[in-house]
């Protein structure tokens, strides 16, 4: 349906240079929320938070989201395929100290990205598709703190 092609147009430029887009989202996400910041040990003493955006294991990270999103941009016929590990992921991110409250100023962050990338193209239907397949992400990612 439309959705689909709304994501897959916009996915097609802007997967192509995942790592620099990823980190325009996640500053934006340090931004909104800092204390973010401190789920990541590695950044632990780092300041000011530019610098820990430019450190390797976190454009690792970066990079792995970015990966998540390309995966469901290309099973958004079958993003059910994606329901095992999207839940083992979420069990990780409850591991490591991640709020499921955090995931909404993530969308936010994503949401900003692609503003800041597609300029015009960020129209009101694609922001709409975006966060309806990133709702989808985020409810299969939060099951995995269900007791
Ligand atoms: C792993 C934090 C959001 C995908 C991790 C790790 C941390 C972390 C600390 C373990 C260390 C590492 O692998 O770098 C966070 C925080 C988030 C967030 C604070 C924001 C609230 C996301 C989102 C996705 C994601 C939205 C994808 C949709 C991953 C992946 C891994 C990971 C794929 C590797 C898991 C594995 O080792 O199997 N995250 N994360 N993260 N994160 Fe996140």
Redesign the pocket.
Known sequence: EKDKELIRGSWESLGKNKVPHGVVMFSR?FELEPA?LN???YNTNCSPTQDCLSSP?FL??VT??M???DAAVSHLDDLHTLEDFLLN?GK??QA?G?NTQ??AV?GESLLYMLQCSLGHGYTGPLRQAWLNMYTI?VAA?SRGWAK
């Open positions: 996400l973010l789920l990541f040990h294991e690792d990270h792995k989201v990966l998540v999103i992921l990780k991110h490591v991640v955090s995931f993530v992400v990612m």
